[in-house]
């Protein structure tokens, strides 16, 4: 092997790559600004993919960078083969892509098939022509209820609150139809039976894959078929489809009709070498339902929500793992791990809440405010817990710097299209999303040239910052980076995993060489008779034993 070859070079010639592999989530608006608009760019993170390489992830997806009004942090896409000028052009996603590659490091990027922008072509299209026009059949028009047609086809409410319907104006002022939005009313849901809006996206496909790309995560995968008699349901509406194997799924949610869509981009990606990936981002339970969208025909990997959801308990996060690697297995897929990213609340602040807390969405200055300290112990605990399962892992940026969640936003600031559809009754997802401290010293902490921000920076973000943290023993920074070395050296995520005695609030495992404790309980932990410590998130107490919401990587003899 040429001894120039780097780790993440050498992972990239592994056959089965992302079986295994460490994929970072970069959130362009928020990642790294290059010509200090405050809002983060391609340029700037291809100026910074040095750091990714130095911090020994494998890949990097890339939430939405296509021209879009942003009406929903560019999950409104209007147009699936640009690039929105905010972020850059074209050539600054080819040129991000080769960076990329030269340093081993795979791109994955986003595909949001539910739904267009409302600016999208075809949907000024349809709603220039008639019902009943084939503009108007790529989306999910219909004529309201009642006698004068004002009231919504069928009671469903949207994901970010209010009714998933709007009524349009014909082009003769009168008023007429409705369309359905899932999400936002500028994010109207295609119409999947359409052989248009099918072979449109195989095209989109085949623009990234020629483009280079490794893979894509591919945006409410569970969502794009609808039960065909859009049947009302009167549960309230979440993205989270929440059912029993054998009880009546929503109607809008992980329909059966979905997998044949994914069986046929697989088809496509594997016409292409260099093993291509799909990620569903599909919020389905049970994990055995999850599964079905990694059967060997279809997509590769899934998001493992269940596990981000799952209580910071000894038996919940055993339950949860049980569980995860049981249902992949059942498939033949490899399991995926997440803990953090721009949808929820950041798990250094999740975990500060007590346990028990339901998942919030969002966190303001008037709510409980989580207790900063033990959310960063807990999640750094949580975050060599995972990394040391077999499977693959998501991070979301800063992460590795232990950042918190803005929990004290100003609400006039707050821009996520939830925040405003509810009232304000639900907060939203602007406090994971804050652009991330690089430099202690620099305007905006070195995220741009300038002090813009456009969401405001927390000024205890100082401390945060990369450059306060390289090198520092004992930094979260140094914490991801020894833990990703060790995983990459010891093969983890190729591994097996096989649970060993411990007591009661102690989770045991042993992964190939590796012994892993993590002690969710309140009594020091004794270490094996004659272990190697090769890692932990906290230090030891000083009788040697292993602290409370502590994890640690151990050789035993
Ligand atoms: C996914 C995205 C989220 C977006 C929604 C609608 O859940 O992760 O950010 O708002 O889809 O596209």
Redesign the pocket.
Known sequence: MNTNTTPQEAARSTPGWWTEAVIYQIYPRSFADSDGDGIGDLPGITARLDHLAELGVDAVWLSPFYPSPQA??G?DVADYRDVEPLFGKLSDADRLIAEAKSRGLRTIVDL?P??TSSAHVWFQAALAAAPGSGERQRYVFRDGLGPAGDEPPNDWQSVFGGPAWTRVTESDGRPGQWYLHL?DTA?PDLNWDNPEVRAEFLDVLRFWLDRGVDGFRV??AHGLVKQADLANWEEPQE?LSGQEVDKPRPPMWDQDGVHEIYREWRRVLDSYDGERILVA?AWVEPAERLARYVRPDEMHQAFNFEFLLAAWTAPAQYAVVTRSLEATEAVGAPTTWVLS???VVRHASRLGLPIGTPRPNGIGADDPQPDAALGLRRARAATLLMLALPGSAYLYQGEELGLPEHTTLADEVRQDPTYHRTGGAQRG?DGCRVPIPWEADAPSYGFGPTDASWLPQPTSWAEYALDRQRGVPGSTYELYRTALRLRREHQLGRGTLRWLESPDEVLAFANGPLTVLTNFGATPLPLPAGAELLHTSAPLDTDGHLPTDTTAWLHTP
Do not use: L
Request: net charge negative; aromatic share 12%; charged share 30%.
């Open positions: 929903d942090a999950y949001v539910n739904h999400f994010q945006d409410v993205i981002e990213n721009h949808d997802r």
